[in-house]
């Protein structure tokens, strides 16, 4: 078996599994109003931080080029509160007009 | 199952188009990556979490082993296993339905759902499930039209995808941001996850911002 079939196999296995085991936590773990509190924040910082490596980073690398732009402009619109498609469409129109004329 | 609420199905499809479209980008580079056509599918079909799919061919095409890519792979992962245990007492299913609801616990079903919480746990349900099914569905089609060589749209740059993609991210986790709390845990995450990128392997710079929803989650509790 090629190297690429044991890490599409392998990855798909490992990456299936933690999703699993997320599902499967016991619920009663779950109550504890501390734990409560901790899980509402998780997907916050994780999607935060998930925004900031996706717009300012080239592998391990921080950059500023066109997605900046995009991200600004996502921004603006989120404050004047647009709706969702318009952030997105309006974020995307911005870098690719940034991507081509620099 | 109970109506569908209609900012539920346009934040579900807005969100899979969007995200789904990045699989020409996912497509193209694994075939460049030395990945055959099969190979490219069944990791969008079976890995299905594009950070991890991006590590695998990135850590092999670079000439890494198959051990290197899986562990980058699977650091990346950690992230949708603490999704689960966020949304899986909204879901509350199990046998077959907790096997499919796991395979589509990613960064965008997750965020979908937490968005609709003032419609209630019903239209967050929805939202997971929807949005799930529906970047599955788009990404597998798109990444096979990006391995089969859809070049003209190969750089996701030109259409501004690269920007797109983190764009809904934080659309999705905007509403969230009402509290002094909130809003220091994403500020503490954007700085963290950007200091560590050039120190850390890929995938931990996100994870640890983990630490700081805990750490301020649990002082939050005693004050």
Known sequence: MSAQWVAVIGTSLITFALKFIGQSVPQKWLTNPRIVGISALIPIALLSALVAVQSFTEKTNLVIDHRVAGISVAIIALFLKAPFPVVVIASAATSALVYKYS | ?223
């Not at chain 2, 934040?11 to 699989?23: E, I």
């Not at chain 2, 749209?153 to 764009?167: F, K, N």
């Open chain 2, 1 to 223: 199952m109970s109506k569908v609420a209609s900012t539920t199905i346009r934040d579900s499809l807005s969100v899979s188009l969007t995200v789904g479209a990045y699989g020409v980008a996912f497509g193209a580079a694994a075939v460049a990556n030395g990945f055959t056509l099969a190979q490219s599918c069944a990791l969008s079909l079976l890995t299905f979490s594009g950070a991890s799919q991006f590590a695998v061919i990135g850590v092999l095409g670079a000439g890494g082993s198959a051990v290197s890519a899986i562990a980058t792979a699977s650091l990346l992962g950690i992230r949708n296993g603490l999704y689960g245990i966020v949304v899986a007492p909204i879901l509350s299913v199990d046998g077959i339905k907790r096997v499919l609801a796991s395979q589509i616990t990613i960064d965008e079903s997750t965020a979908v759902a937490l968005r609709q919480e003032k419609l209630g746990p019903a239209a967050m349900r929805h939202g997971f499930w929807l949005t799930g099914i529906g970047v599955f569905i788009f990404w597998n089609l798109f990444t096979l039209a990006g391995a089969l060589g859809a070049q003209a749209m190969g750089d996701p740059s030109v259409w501004g995808l690269d920007a797109a993609v983190p764009a809904a991210f934080l659309g999705l986790v905007w509403p969230r941001l009402t509290t002094t709390t909130a809003r220091a845990v994403a500020c503490s995450s954007v700085i963290t996850a950007l200091v560590l990128t050039p120190f850390a392997p890929a995938g931990l710079p996100i994870i640890a911002t983990a630490l700081i929803a805990i750490a301020i989650g649990s002082r939050k509790v005693k004050s």
